[in-house]
């Protein structure tokens, strides 16, 4: 988890009503940030502590995108895995600066990132959000993380965003590797994917103890598995090696959802990528096997999270977008909308995605929680519309406020 280094600002906002990332109800008062943490109301103030007027709108905790690429600069698999990191770093500033502009104070990159660009961050080399990641995603050959055609020469085994990883033992050093490395987390291939360009959508992979070993490593360090997986079949075949995560989920039935709700899991759709990739994807390059798989999934995603949320399963938010697409990041929270309403959208983009990522420090406004707050000019409860428009919030990360900047890929 990234703690800054160079800001733990301190901060009164007024005249704001404020979400706490979990109740409907909003209440009026004051928020204050001393060094970075929001701190009780009846906490004494520094007599000049900087302040801010809400003039009466509503004030939320920092949104969460639970599923961000930053080293994704194209829907080309293999062209992401074999640019330099150099050029991948440089990248991925540009993203995670777009990312918080539009008011995601934090991140979960789920195939990629290393203790480099962590440390960055920390230092204050970049201006970006708290950033977890798990390293490159684990892949069995031929799996979606192995970016080789049938008909290629080439001898693939990793690049920063995925890595071929095949064998119960093998596995189990990759896990450790990705865990001394700073790993928040780990992230396997449990099913075939839209811009794989070799592997069946649905179908299951990964042995079943080759899933419990990586599960097995994680769960030691206290950590947990966040496993991309469309089908039914897959999404159960990860449950019982034991993920806790399971990331887009599109085809998710009756079945597997209780599966779910018994185990403890959480949902993370990324509705935006189908929706962007449906309009964009054939002028970007994607294949006809690419597009075809898209469609597959597309309007499906909207009935997973329904099946989701009515077997009790924890709903949470990403987006996914790689390459140019990653400019339609605020078009899943409208999409997500549409499907949930604004209160659980809110919810998933805060409360949800923090018990997710395991951290009760992020995605509330409480005593003890990083000063991490967007301030909307409006009620977003009232005008949905304030969620995904290009007029964002203002957002304070760590109790300073983000200069206003323009900055590339910040359309919504």
Not at 51 to 59: I, K, N, P, T, Y
Not at 100 to 108: A, E, I, K, P, Q
Not at 288 to 296: F, R, T
Not at 297 to 303: I, K
Request: hydrophobic share 40%; net charge negative; proline share 5%.
């Amino acid at each position: 988890m990234t703690s800054f280094r160079t800001r733990g600002g301190s901060l009164r906002i007024r005249n704001g009503l404020l979400f706490d990332g979990s109740s409907e109800s909003l209440v009026a008062r004051d928020l204050v940030i001393i060094d970075g943490a929001i701190v009780a109301s009846d906490e004494r103030v520094p007599a000049d502590i900087a302040e801010l007027d809400a003039r009466g709108g509503v004030v939320t905790p920092g949104f969460i995108d639970a599923h961000l690429h930053a080293y994704a600069v194209s829907l080309d698999l293999l062209r992401n895995e074999t640019r330099l990191l150099s050029y991948l770093a440089l990248s991925a500033r540009k993203r995670l600066g777009a990312a918080l502009h539009r008011g995601f104070t934090s991140v979960r990159d789920v195939a990629g990132g290393d203790a480099g660009l962590h440390t960055a961050i920390e230092e204050g080399l970049l201006t970006a959000p708290r950033y977890f990641y798990t390293g490159a995603a684990l892949s069995q050959t031929g799996g979606h993380g192995d970016p080789t055609a049938p008909d290629d020469t080439l001898c693939f085994h990793g690049g920063p965003g995925l890595e071929i990883v095949d064998g119960p033992e093998a596995l189990r050093t990759a896990v450790r590797t990705r865990f001394h490395g700073g790993a928040h987390a780990i992230k396997i291939m449990a099913s075939g994917g839209v811009t794989s360009p070799s592997d069946p959508l649905t179908i299951a992979q990964y042995s079943l103890d080759e899933i419990r070993v990586v599960a097995e490593e994680a769960r030691r360090r206290g950590s947990y598995v966040a496993a991309h997986a469309y089908s039914p079949e897959a999404i159960l075949h990860a449950l019982r090696g034991g993920v806790r995560s399971i990331e887009h989920g599109n085809l998710l039935d009756e079945e597997a959802a209780r599966a779910m709700a018994e185990a403890g899991a959480y949902l993370v759709p990324t509705l935006a990528t189908y929706d962007a990739m449906s309009r964009h994807g054939s002028a970007l390059g994607m294949t006809a096997v690419g597009l075809a798989k898209n469609a597959e999934v597309l309007h499906s995603g909207t009935v997973a999270i329904e099946r989701a949320r009515a077997a009790g399963v924890p709903v949470g938010f990403g987006s996914d977008l790689m390459g140019s697409l990653e400019s339609e990041q605020l078009q899943g929270l409208r999409l997500q909308s549409d499907v949930t309403g604004v209160f659980e959208t809110l919810r998933s983009v805060t409360s949800v995605n923090a018990a997710l990522l395991q951290n009760d420090r992020i995605g509330r406004i409480a005593p003890g929680a990083f000063g991490d707050v967007l301030i909307f000019d409006g009620n977003p409860f009232e005008t949905p519309s304030l969620l995904w428009s290009e007029r964002r919030p203002r957002i304070v990360l760590d109790g300073v406020l983000v200069p206003v900047t323009p900055t590339p890929g910040m359309r919504g």
